[in-house]
């Protein structure tokens, strides 16, 4: 009787402890690694911050979001193979990098397509854009928000900048990107493919003649201390695209892809709210600092230069399609 006893007693506890162990195994947040390569103190950087606070502490004890700023896990050339390998499970690549998965991403460098950073607002939220975030899908690759770091500036070592036939024969550092290659060549100059960190010296050393940039990245990395001129040419949008490993993303339970859709939304709205107040802060701050004359362009001035530009959106718009051009273009008109 006894012995009957204590096998129940120990079957007892044996059963209590599995449901014990099944709880804590249940219990085990879901690791999220989003990697990226800019500061923790970036728009991006901010972002990202931003989104591992909402989305905790919306599925508190579902998810754990580790940051890494500065390449700190994997460099520009090596984040978007960790990402389909399930190394990281979010990363917030440039909109230039994601030709080779999707031509028709390469929409946002065409040149002078967008009036400003509101019109690749709309576009963005439009149908049009919202469809991009699917682009990459058969590549593994699934779109979850666009993050921006601002509308390009031109700048050059010259004192006018004000009509396409003023960059004739100079030489611009570029990403490496067909569209902006093409930009350039399409104005008789002559594109240079530079990392972002070799900008500055060869500015000063005269490898190059111009760039082009948002005013946050000019005046951080000192652009305008060795350049004559900036033209307000509002060009091209650098933006991210934040994505996940599709087959992840696509596997969360409900209730946790819901969460952190929605903390995707919060830390969209932060970050891009951040970008504009940094950008306008340093556009002053290098007008105050007089090395770099600003130059504003007329409406005939912007004009010019879209026309010169049109061929070069022809070219692409078979890559990119005419739909998706005639959507950019129409979100101009507000």
Not at 184 to 198: G, H, I
Not at 206 to 221: A, F, K, L, P, R
Not at 299 to 310: F, N, P, S, T
Request: a neutral charge; proline letters at 3%.
């Amino acid at each position: 009787m006894k012995s009957r006893t204590l096998t129940h007693l120990a079957l007892a506890l044996g059963i209590t402890l599995s449901a014990g162990l099944a709880s804590v195994a249940q219990a085990a947040p879901i690791v999220i690694k989003f990697s990226h390569v800019v500061a923790a103190t970036a728009p991006k950087g901010q972002g990202a911050l931003k989104f591992k606070e909402l989305a905790e502490a919306a599925l508190p004890g579902k998810v754990e979001v580790q940051v890494f700023p500065n390449s700190q896990l994997f460099g520009d050339g090596k984040e978007m193979e960790a990402l389909l390998l399930g190394d990281v499970q979010l990363i917030a690549p440039s909109l230039s990098k994601f030709d080779r998965y999707a031509k028709k991403l390469q929409v946002f460098d065409l040149p002078f397509l967008f009036d400003d950073m509101d019109a690749v607002d709309r576009f963005q939220a439009s149908p049009a854009g919202q469809g991009l975030l699917d682009s990459m899908k058969s590549r593994g690759i699934k779109g979850l928000a666009y993050w921006h770091n601002g509308m390009k500036q031109l700048s050059t070592n010259k004192d006018k900048l004000t009509r396409p036939e003023d960059i004739k024969g100079l030489k611009f550092r570029i990403q490496a990107s067909d569209v902006l290659e093409a930009q350039f060549r399409q104005l008789d100059a002559n594109p240079q493919k530079l990392a972002f960190s070799e900008v500055y010296q060869a500015l000063q050393t005269g490898v190059v003649d111009g760039q082009e940039n948002t005013w946050s990245n000019i005046y951080t990395q000192k652009l305008h201390e060795v350049q004559k001129t900036i033209a307000v040419t509002n060009h091209g949008d650098i933006d991210y695209m934040v994505i996940a490993n599709a087959a992840w993303w696509d596997g969360l339970p409900d209730d946790v892809r819901a969460g952190l859709s929605k903390a995707m939304a919060g830390a969209t709205e932060y970050a891009n709210k951040l970008a504009a107040d940094i950008n306008e802060r340093d556009r002053k701050r290098i007008a105050d600092a007089g090395a770099a004359k600003i130059q504003t362009l007329s409406k005939e001035d912007v004009a010019a230069w879209r026309a010169a530009m049109h061929p070069v959106w022809e070219k692409f718009q078979g890559d990119i399609g005419k739909d998706l051009i005639d959507a950019a273009l129409a979100a101009n008109q507000s």
